[in-house]
Structures are given as structure tokens and as C-alpha cells.
């Protein structure tokens, strides 16, 4: 059986990842992905620490974070696709306009 | 009558003043003027209900009566009180008398102003602040009535606000007399700290008692003289009553005559007590009342504005009381501020009718022949001039004499010179008032009576001896429109003048002395308030009377009197340019005629010696330094750190959403570091 640990470590170099792409980059569709990133590196602590200690609530915890995550990215996907529309651009920080 | 309704008298013109202060801008002309009459005709009403209670009362009584304990601090208790003695009576008697005889007066003199419920509502607080000031029974609140009446005189010299010089003249009225009220106030910190209290009945109880020990009484009583000195425009402060003649004649006549400026008087004698057991600053009073007495009547032989002889004149029958109340005379001095409240109120009231007929002319040169042309102005007129100057039987010659006569028997050599100054100074009064009678209604109309502003320049005429500062008239006082030769005033100006005139003449009758057959019931009304007697004692004493000194006295003042009237009579009516050919005659004369026409250059000494240097340690050390440097500079630097943190904080908040997002993941870095390594209070 794997530790529980592996799992953890896994899930923090995920996350670190997840975190480190959405601070360092500036097109908004890797940023999202970066988030689901973040997302999923959760989703496998809790999916752990669910088997590790028999509950079921953290398993059932995953789904609601995964329709969550399933509907935000139904709506960003569109706002990106009209934001590029409009803007012709992905750059985050040219999308600038409510700014000051 | 009953104690409590003290109350009403002060706060009947209060009314008034609000009244006509929030809605006389609304009302028409009449309505104002009826609710400023109202208002000081039912105060008057009282004080003489009140005089028929006192009057017939067996015993001398004094009515007191406190509204509330006003501040109360570990022992220390002023209380919102009043108290009437014989004293307040005689004060009550000529402020609200004489004041409804001015209000009547301005209805008719200021029908043509601007601001007419301004006018209204200020002499209606004015005369709320002096009822305030002659009725209280302690110290702090007569000086609430003291400043409530420089706050009223000021608003009222600066009524033409308009005009530079009179905004000036009350700046200046104010801030001589904040000098004199810095003395009142220390007098009355002294007061606090010897007997801890300001009743007056508190600390004249224990006054007597303190006899022996007190350098500290000649402090308390010479800080107070320099209160007086400021609100009765005595020596060295007296240089605020001439400029106050820029305010409306009426005013001149109620505040700057009859009553304000007499309250100085009123409180030494008010504080008898203390004066008498402190005799150094006794004689200080009486030196000062007759230096000023002398030195004012010196300076009103040569003006050539009517209001300003007039206003000199004041300063020197204030210096006559102020004199009075130094030998001890304080029933003297109290009939003297009666009687010249109603001759001089009078003076300024037919000033001002002079001055409305002619459409605002106050130059005394462009004036004569107005006998005939103003008979009810000459005629009343005469009397106020004949009364000041102390012709018998008129008011003044009985209280002038009365307070030479104490002078004099005052003893001594100061006695003498004392009595010799005041003696001299008759003679003055009674040149220079004549000297205005003959310019005025006497020897040929001048031309500009009858064509319009079209006035020779007399400046040149008179070549270096008239000094260019004298200011052109037809601005603001009086009518505006040209007038086409001398007119009577309305009967609303001349009723109020016929009854002072009739005071002018029979006021002094209540003093006539023993010698000459009177019965001096002034004096014997007076006599409780000035000589309290222990209880079971006789009321009445025995005065002790002159004898053949009196009336020796009495003849010699009269003579001294007459004396200025031939003088006067001489120079300006026999030969009208003899004085100017006089002037002229040598250069010590016309260095004499410079000095008086200049006032002694005192304004010119205190504007150099002490308003150029204040000025200057104002702007240099308290704007320059302590203004700027200190308080402005410290709210910069703390306004400028605030601002330095606020630009450093700003960074913070940048806008960037990664930036937000780096901090948060940063934070959370530091918390799971602190809680796996750092020392944790709540786990340890």
C-alpha cells in the first residue's frame, strides 16, 4: 500500500505548480488551467486522506469540487471566448480597462 | 414689588433685541421701531414701580433675587443674581429713562438709514448689557454686563461698516478697553484668591476685617481703576471716546454720554468699600479723574467737529466723577453722572438735530446763524449748554459745585490743587461749550447752508493750524439728499429734547446743598449705600455743611464759569476771527494752538510707541515664528507623515490581481512555516 505521504507530497508539487503558473503567466487560458491545477492537487488530499481514513465524505467532497470546477470553466471558457472577441488578445494584463 | 420680577427688566430689551435681531429685517419701519419702544418703555415702567416700592419703604432696603447657581466649583459659587439698592436705582433710573428718551429720538434720527432694525436690535442689546451690568450682585456678572456694553458700542460705532474710519473707530473702542478689562479680570482673580468669592456683599463683609494686611487691596483696587479707566475713557486710556463719535448721533448721546462710559464710575463706587480701605489708589483715581478732566477740556477748545468737542467734553465730566469718587465724594460723583447724563445726553441729541438739519454737516465752521432757523434745537440746546457749563440753578452748576466743594474739603495741598484743576477746568468747560452755542446758532449763516457741498476749503484759510485729518462730512449720517437751508427736525427728535431739557434744568435740584436752603436728597438718598449704618442705629445723620466756604466756593465757580462765557463771547461772537489772529499773534501761541489741535500727539505717541511695536512682534514672532513655525509647521509635518505612510501603503494596493494573488500564497507560505517550525503560544 502507498504511504499516505507520497500522496500528499504529489499533491503539494501540484499545487506549488498550480500556483507558481498562475502567478507567472500572463495568458488567461494557462492561468485557468493553473487553477484547475491547484483544484486537482485538493481533489488528491482529500481523495487520500478519504481512504486513509474511511470516510466517505472527503470522496463525495471531490464531486462537488469537480462540478464546481466543471461549471466555472463552462462560464470562463465563455468569457474568455468573448473577451477575445472583443480584445483580440489573451495577455491578462492588457485586459486593463477597469483599472484606476 | 416683588424680587423675582428683577428679572424682567434686563430681559424685557433682550426680547427686543431678539425679536428685531431674527425678524425686524421682515417688518416695515414702524413695526421695528414700536417692538424697540415697547421694549425699553416697559423696563422704565418697572424701575419706576420699583422706585415707588423703595421710596416708600421705612427702612433703606435692597430687593436681591438669584436665578441659578452659575458656577459652582469646590466652594467657589457665582450665582446668575441681581440686587437693587439705592445706588442701582438712581443707575436704573437714568439708563432706562434716559435710553427710551434716546430710542424715542433715533425713531425719528435714523427714519432715513439703512439697517434700521440693525440700529434697533443692537441699542435694545445694549441696553439689555448695561440693566445687566447696574443690576448684578457680583463681580463676574457686572463684567458680563461690562463686555455685553463694549460689545454693544462696538457694533454700534461700526454701524456704518461701510465707511473705513468708523470700522476703525470700533476696532479701536474694543481693543483700548480689552486693555482696561485685563485689569477688571486680574482684579477679580486677586478678588478669588484673598476671599473666595465675588459677591459683593461677601467680599465688602470681610473687607474691614482685612484691614491691616492688605498691600493686596491697593492691587485688587488699582487693577479695578484700570478697568474703569478703559470703560470710562480716563487717562491713559481715553483715546478710544473721540473716534467713537463715527457711530450714529444717538448713539453718542445714550452710550458714549450718558450711560456706558459712566460704568466705570458706577463700579468704583459700587466697590466703595474696597476703595476706602485702599486710599493710595483713591488718590490715583482722583489724580487721574482731574488730569483727565483738564487735559480733555484742553484739547475740546479747538475741535471743530461738534460730536468731537462734545466727546471731549464727556472725558472731562467722566474725569470730574472719576475725581469725586477719589476724595471720597461718591454721592457727588453719582449726582454728577446723573445730572450729565441728562445735559449731555441732551448736547448730543441736539448735536444730532443741528447735524440733521444742516444734511450732515458737523463742521463747526461752516455752521452759525442757526437761532432762528432751529428754535427748538437752540432752545434746548442752551439749556444742555448753560447746565454743563454751570450756571445756577441749572443741574450741572449744583453737581459740579458739590464735587468741588468735597475736593476741597478734601484738605490738604492735593486738596487745593485738585480743587484748583477742577476749578480751572470749569472755566474750560464753560469756554469751549460756549465757544460751540456761538459758532452754532450764532453770527451769520455760513454760504454752504444754502447751496450744496460747494465749501470753500477752510484748511487753507486756516494755513498750518488745521491739521488735514479732519474728515469730510455729508457721508453716511443723517439724510442724504442736498437740503435747501436749515429745516427743524420731526417731533419725534424734538420731544425727547424738550424733556431733557427740562431734566437738564430741574435734575440738579435733588442735590441743591444745605447752605443754599436745599435739603441734598441726593446725598441722603445715597447715604445707606455710601454709609451702611449697623442696624437700630439713626438712618439719618446730621451732614456737616460747608458754611461760609461754600458759598464761597459756589461764587468763585460761578464767577469762573461767567468767566468762560465772556471769553467765549469775545472771541466768537463780538469778533469772530480775533481767535485765529490770536493763534497767530507769536509762535508760542501757534506752537499752543498746534499742540491742542493735535491732541498732545497722544495718538500719535501710541500709534509710534505702542502699536508699531506690537505690530511688529505680532507679525515677526507670533505669525512669523510661533504661527507659521511652530503650529502651522507642526500640522505640516504631521500631515505630511500621515501622507508618506498613506504613499508607502499605497503600494499595496496595486490593482493587480496577480500581485493579490502572490501575497496570499506568500502568507500562507509564512503561516504553514510558522505553525510547523515557529513557537506556537496555544501549542506550548
Sequence with gaps: MVP??????????????????FLMKRNIITIFMSIELMLNAVNLTFVAFAHQWHQISGQIFVFFVMVVAAAEAAVGLAIIIALFRVRQTLNVDQVNLLKN | MNPQLLWLIPILPFAGFLLNGTLGRKLPRGGVAGIALLFTALPALLVAWLWITMKSADAPLTLATSAYHWITVSGFRVDFAFSVDHLTLVMLGVVTGVGFLIHIYSVGYMAHEEGYWRYFSYLNLFMFFMLVLVLSSNFLLLFVGWEGVGLASYLLIGFYFTKDSAANAGKKAFIVNRIGDFGFLLAMFLLIAHFGSLDFNTVFAHIPALYMSGGFLTAIALLLVLGAAGKSAQIPLYVWLPDAMEGPTPVSALIHAATMVTAGVYMIARCHVLFDHAPAALTVVAVIGALTALFAATIGMVQHDIKRVLAYSTISQLGYMFLACGVGAYSAGIFHLMTHAF????????????????????????????????????????????????????????????????????????????????????????????????????????????????????????????????????????????????????????????????????????????????????????????????AGQAFYPEFATGGTTEVLLALVSVLTAAAGFYFAWLLYYREPGKSTKLVEANPYTRMAYNLLDHKYWVDEIYQRGIVVPLLGVSRVFLNGLVDTGIVQGSAWVLAESAGGVGWLVRRVQSGNIRSYAGWLALGAACVIVIVLFGYHPLLH
Design chain 2, 343 to 534: 445735559f449731555k445726553a441732551l448736547l448730543f441729541l441736539a448735536a444730532g438735530s443741528v447735524i440733521h438739519a444742516l444734511g450732515g454737516e458737523q463742521d463747526m465752521r461752516r455752521m452759525g446763524g442757526l437761532r432762528k432757523q432751529i428754535p427748538i434745537t437752540f432752545w434746548t440746546m442752551s439749556a444742555g449748554v448753560f447746565a454743563i457749563a454751570g450756571i445756577p440753578p441749572l443741574s450741572g452748576f449744583f453737581s459740579k459745585d458739590e464735587i468741588l466743594f468735597q475736593v476741597f474739603s478734601h484738605g490738604g495741598a492735593l486738596g487745593i490743587l485738585l480743587w484748583l484743576v477742577g476749578l480751572i477746568t470749569a472755566g474750560l468747560t464753560s469756554f469751549y461749550m460756549f465757544r460751540l452755542w456761538f459758532k452754532t446758532f450764532f453770527g451769520k449763516p455760513h454760504e454752504s447752508q444754502h447751496g450744496h457741498s460747494e465749501v470753500p476749503d477752510l484748511h487753507a484759510a486756516h494755513g498750518a493750524a488745521v491739521h488735514a485729518r479732519k474728515e469730510t462730512t455729508l457721508v453716511m449720517e443723517a439724510e442724504p439728499e442736498p437740503h435747501h437751508g436749515a429745516h427743524e427736525s420731526p417731533p419725534m427728535m424734538t420731544f425727547p429734547l424738550v424733556i431733557l431739557a427740562a431734566l437738564a434744568i430741574i435734575g440738579g435740584w435733588v442735590g441743591v446743598p444745605f447752605v443754599l436752603g436745599g435739603e441734598n436728597e441726593i446725598e441722603h438718598f445715597l447715604h445707606p449705600v455710601f454709609h451702611p449704618m449697623p
Design chain 1, 4 to 21: 499516505i505521504a507520497y500522496y500528499l507530497v504529489l499533491a503539494a508539487i501540484l499545487f506549488c505548480i498550480g500556483v507558481a503558473a
